[in-house]
T-cell receptor, first 113, second 115 residues
Framework: GNSVTQMEGPVTLSEEAFLTINCTYT??????LFWYVQYPGEGLQLLLK?????DKGSNKGFEATYRKETTSFHLEKGSVQVSDSAVYFC????????????FGPGTRLSVLP | GAVVSQHPSRVICKSGTSVKIECRSL??????MFWYRQFPKQSLMLMAT?????????EQGVEKDKFLINHASLTLSTLTVTSAHPEDSSFYIC???????????FGPGTRLTVL
C-alpha cells in the first residue's frame, strides 16, 4: 500500500537556521505530494504541493521538489523564524488510493529566538 | 480560497452520551468529504469517506455503528460519536473535496473530550 515516511522529530533550531525535513514515499502510479502545517490547536493548512516529477512547490520561503528517482519530497527553508514552530506533515494522494490523503507521522519543529 | 468550517471547535461530554460534529464547505460544493482522527502528537488517520447522498465508506477497524456519518447535502457532513467513552477523546478533522483530485480543503478540527 501507499505510505509516507518522515524524519522523526522534534527538530529544534535557532532563528535564521536552515531547515530540512526529509520525506520519502511509497506509492503506485503517479502520486501528488503535499506538505501541510499544523499550528498549535489548529487544523491543517496546505503549505505547498507538487503534482508531477521535478515540480517544485514553494510558499512562504518553504520549498520542496518532487524527486521520483529517490521517491522523496524534502521540505527546506533557508532561514526559519519563531513563527514557523509547528508540526509539518508530508502527504500524498495517489490515483490508486481514491481521493483521500495518506499522511506521514508529522515532524514537530521548534524555533528558538 | 475555499473554506471548510467545523462546529463545535471544542466539546466536553460525559461518558455514554452522543456528540455530533458538523463539517461545512462554506463557499463550494463538496460531493466527497473525509473524516480523520488525530491522537496527541500523532498523524491523521482516515476514518471514513463521506459521499453526498450515499452511505459512508469506513476504513478498516472503524466502527460504523459508533461513528455515524451523514452527508445530507453538498455542503454538510456530520459525524456523530455515539455512546462516547474516554478513549474516543481525540481531535477530529474533516476535509472536503472540491472538483479535481487535488482540490481538498481541511477544517480547523474539533477537540472532543469525554469525561
Amino acid at each position: 500500500g501507499n505510505s509516507v515516511t518522515q524524519m522523526e522529530g522534534p527538530v529544534t533550531l535557532s532563528e535564521e537556521a536552515f531547515l530540512t525535513i526529509n520525506c520519502t514515499y511509497t506509492a503506485t502510479g503517479y502520486p501528488s505530494l503535499f506538505w501541510y502545517v499544523q499550528y498549535p490547536g489548529e487544523g491543517l493548512q496546505l503549505l505547498l504541493k507538487a503534482t508531477k516529477a521535478d515540480d517544485k512547490g514553494s510558499n512562504k520561503g518553504f520549498e520542496a521538489t518532487y524527486r521520483k528517482e529517490t521517491t522523496s519530497f524534502h521540505l527546506e527553508k533557508g532561514s526559519v523564524q519563531v513563527s514557523d514552530s509547528a508540526v509539518y506533515f508530508c502527504a500524498l494522494i495517489s490515483d490508486n488510493y481514491g481521493q483521500n490523503f495518506v499522511f506521514g507521522p508529522g515532524t514537530r519543529l521548534s524555533v528558538l529566538p | 480560497g475555499a473554506v471548510v468550517s467545523q462546529h463545535p471547535s471544542r466539546v466536553i461530554c460525559k461518558s455514554g452520551t452522543s456528540v455530533k460534529i458538523e463539517c461545512r464547505s462554506l463557499d463550494f460544493q463538496a460531493t466527497t468529504m473525509f473524516w480523520y482522527r488525530q491522537f496527541p502528537k500523532q498523524s491523521l488517520m482516515l476514518m471514513a469517506t463521506s459521499n453526498e447522498g450515499s452511505k459512508a465508506t469506513y476504513e478498516q477497524g472503524v466502527e460504523k455503528d459508533k461513528f455515524l456519518i451523514n452527508h445530507a447535502s453538498l455542503t454538510l457532513s456530520t459525524l456523530t460519536v455515539t455512546s462516547a467513552h474516554p478513549e474516543d477523546s481525540s481531535f477530529y478533522i474533516c476535509s472536503a473535496l472540491r472538483g479535481g483530485r487535488d482540490e481538498q480543503f481541511f477544517g480547523p478540527g474539533t477537540r472532543l473530550t469525554v469525561l
